[in-house]
């Protein structure tokens, strides 16, 4: 179970998923694992931008959850840094690299119910599949790099979480956004 403190003052749970800043590309490097793929100049600019864009939007998490790969875990820290969260206390999932939808829902239904903003860091496409399953809403395609979107949930608890329960918030990318 994931489990940090804080306490919820009310019934409703804020989920945030997250889809990783732009990264390097592997090329047909034998040597080069995708897992451990970094993000590039314009992918960290992303991710601050982002961030930054959450922050005046006055989001707070209470927990990050990040997949354990690099681009992932990169993108969650400078995310972190720009809403004042610390980074040391991102919780990282191995699942959520190539566990597909499944592994999302997983984590959700493993977060402590003392908790209720969380932000998922993930990858293509599965957080996009994710996202879909929580609505059944068609949110345009595939995530795109940096995005976020934003689901309410409403007396639910986090174990129980499954198909068509979110209410969708808001759908955030660097090219959509302003401020």
């Given at each position: 179970m994931y489990i940090r403190a804080k306490t919820s003052e009310n019934m409703k749970k804020t989920l945030y998923l997250v889809r990783h800043a732009t990264a390097e590309?592997?090329?047909n490097t034998p040597m080069f694992r995708d897992f451990d793929r970094e993000l590039?100049?314009?992918?960290?600019?992303?991710?601050?931008r982002m961030g930054k864009f959450l922050a005046t939007k006055g989001v707070q998490f209470d927990l990050i959850l990040s997949s354990a790969a690099e681009r992932a875990?990169?993108?969650a820290k400078i995310f972190a840094e720009q809403l004042h969260?610390?980074?040391d206390a991102i919780l990282l999932d191995e699942g959520l690299y190539g566990g597909g939808p499944r592994s999302y829902l997983a984590a959700v239904n493993q977060i402590d119910e003392n908790i209720s903003k969380v932000a998922i860091?993930?990858?293509?496409?599965?957080?996009?599949f994710f996202a879909e399953y929580?609505?059944?809403?068609?949110?345009?395609?595939?995530?795109?790099?940096?995005s976020v979107i934003?689901?309410?949930f409403e007396d639910i608890q986090w174990?129980?979480?499954?198909?068509?329960?979110?209410?969708?918030?808001?759908?955030?990318?660097?090219?959509?956004?302003?401020?």
């Open positions: 590309d592997g090329g590039t100049s314009s992918g960290i600019i992303e991710a601050a875990k990169a993108t969260y610390d980074a860091f993930g990858h293509n496409p599965d957080i996009t929580l609505t059944r809403a068609d949110i345009g395609g595939t995530m795109d790099k940096a934003g689901f309410e174990a129980a979480v499954s198909s068509k329960m979110a209410s969708f918030l808001a759908h955030y990318s660097p090219q959509t956004i302003s401020f």
